[in-house]
Every structure is written in structure tokens, then in C-alpha cells.
């Protein structure tokens, strides 16, 4: 679904009177007819209610008209509806209403912009369908679960893996790792969710960064295993020291030097970050 702001928009959604300015109606009031357009039974319409905020997203195309703002509606037949903007995520709920509500546009945005005129000299104007239900939008946390199980399916590592020296898969590929605009069209969350949860060594989604934008998971066990051999290999190494309290800064091709190669640099620097904190030179500071 995507919003732009044309003519008819910028005029409808700034001029509370636009049908009695484009009916060229008299100010004090006057009568005239509504009748239904031709196509009136074949046309189809859902009413969505957003916030301000929301609004403000889908009219804004960055001065770039031919790139309007994307939402998107997502969910498996057996999942509930949400809709995501660039940044959040909304439960999409559908509110029944007892009024029928007809629908109606500036001549010419749906016909060719005649205004004709009945039998009593009355200005007909055109309703174009009708709905009796909009969509309700409420802002939830982006849900994560089905990343989560995703990642599980292709583990780069597990305990035992790392115990007897086997890597789960090196390979780079689609059988092995998950693009990022795959993982976005089966999430329920918005992209910079979806980006902060994979990216964020925070948070509680375990995702090792491999290839260009794929990704694949680690299972937890072979985190804290992989750290335990990462401290006792650096101290081991004579070049670090754990008893100050000043910090000790350890990079992941450090890290690979001195573990002798065990583990993919890319699992060294997922586990450095997590445990210290994230810098685009994946140097990792630990304090003790």
C-alpha cells in the first residue's frame, strides 16, 4: 500500500469544504441529488484510521514523488494481521460499524468530471461505493518469535558442534542463511525493528551476520562456550589482563589469531560485541 500526495489528495485533506467547493454548491446551503456512479457495485474500499503520526509517514515521499512511502500488511492465514510502516508495527483489528457509509471523490477522479444535472434542475453528484467496517490500527512490539525459530533452523554453531571441532554448514547461501528482505516479508516487524533486533548484540534475538546482509543463528550454549575459550586463550595469550580494572579491548580477528582459528571470525565478533558493546571497528571492550 503506498501513499502519495496528488492533486485530489492535497485539496481533500486541506479544504474541509471540498465537496461543496467542487459541486460549486451555494455557501448558505443548497440541495441536490446523490446518485450511484456506474461502477458503484464493483468497487471495493477498506477504510484504514491512522494516527498523525502514521499519516504523516505515508504522505511523506522525501521530495520524491515517484518513491512514495510503503506500508505493508502482514500475516500467515493462521496469524493475526499487522501492519508495518518503516519503523513500527501495528495488530490490525477491523471495527463493524452500524451506519453505511458511501463513499465520494472531486469529479473526475473516478469519472470523467461531467456534473450533471436531474429532472428538477438539481447538481447530481456521485457516490462511488460504500463501506460498513474501517480498520483499527493499535502500536504493539515488533513480534519475534517466528525470527527466532528461523534462526534456530540454521544454526552456524551449537555446543556440541564446537566441542568436537565441526562448523554447522559453513557455506554461504540460500540454503544455509537467510537474506534480509526474506526475513523481512515473513516477520511481523518493521524494518528498523527487524534491523535493531539482527544487528543489536542486546537484544534476544542471536543473529551472526555472514555474506552480504544474510544471516544465520548461534545457538546460546555456544555463546557462553565460545566466550570461555575466547577469556582463557587471551589470558593464556600473555597479551591481556582481566585482573585490572581498567578495560580490555579485544578484537575479532584478535580473537581469531589467538583461539587458534577455532571459530569463524564472524561468531567471534557477534560474541565480543555481546558481551561488551558495538562499534563499527569491532574492537570489544570488557570490563571487569
Known amino acids: 500500500m503506498r501513499g502519495s500526495k496528488d492533486a485530489t489528495t492535497k485539496e481533500t485533506e486541506e479544504d474541509a469544504n471540498w465537496f461543496q467547493t467542487h459541486y460549486d454548491l451555494k455557501p448558505d446551503g443548497e440541495t441536490f441529488a446523490l446518485h450511484y456512479d456506474a461502477d458503484f457495485h464493483s468497487r471495493k474500499y477498506e477504510l484504514l484510521e491512522v494516527s498523525d503520526d502514521v499519516y504523516e509517514q505515508l ?59 436531474d429532472e428538477n434542475g438539481r447538481k447530481i453528484a456521485k457516490t462511488h461505493a460504500q463501506v460498513s467496517s ?24 551449537t555446543k556440541s558442534s564446537v566441542e568436537e571441532e565441526e562448523e554447522e554448514g559453513m557455506a554461504d547461501g540460500d540454503e544455509t542463511s537467510y537474506g534480509f528482505d526474506f526475513l523481512l516479508s515473513k516477520v511481523q ?36 562456550y565460545v566466550l570461555g575459550i575466547v577469556m582463557a586463550s587471551a589470558v593464556e595469550s600473555g597479551k591481556y589482563d582481566f585482573s585490572r580494572k581498567e578495560s580490555v579491548e579485544i578484537t575479532a580477528p584478535e580473537a581469531f589469531e589467538f583461539t587458534d582459528k577455532k571459530f569463524p571470525i564472524e561468531v567471534l565478533d557477534f560474541v565480543l560485541r555481546k558481551f561488551g558493546f558495538n562499534n563499527s571497528t569491532t574492537t570489544t571492550t570488557t570490563t571487569t
Open 134 to 157: 474501517h480498520l483499527d490500527l493499535t502500536e504493539i512490539a515488533p513480534r519475534l518469535d517466528k525470527l527466532k525459530m528461523m534462526l534456530e533452523k540454521k544454526f552456524m554453531l
Open 189 to 224: 516487524a518493521s524494518e528498523m525493528e527487524l534491523k535493531d533486533a539482527l544487528e543489536n548484540p542486546s537484544s534476544l534475538i542471536n543473529a551472526v551476520k555472514v555474506g552480504e546482509n544474510r544471516w544465520r543463528g548461534i545457538d546460546e550454549e555456544a555463546i557462553e
Open 59 to 117: 504522505m511523506d515521499t522525501n521530495g520524491d514523488e515517484d518513491t512514495p512511502t510503503t506500508i505493508e500488511f502482514k500475516g500467515e492465514p493462521d496469524e493475526e494481521a499487522v501492519l508495518c510502516t518503516k519503523t513500527k508495527t501495528f495488530v490490525v483489528k477491523r471495527v463493524e460499524t452500524s451506519n453505511t457509509l458511501l463513499l465520494c471523490a472531486p469529479p473526475g477522479a473516478l469519472d470523467d468530471g461531467t456534473i450533471e444535472v
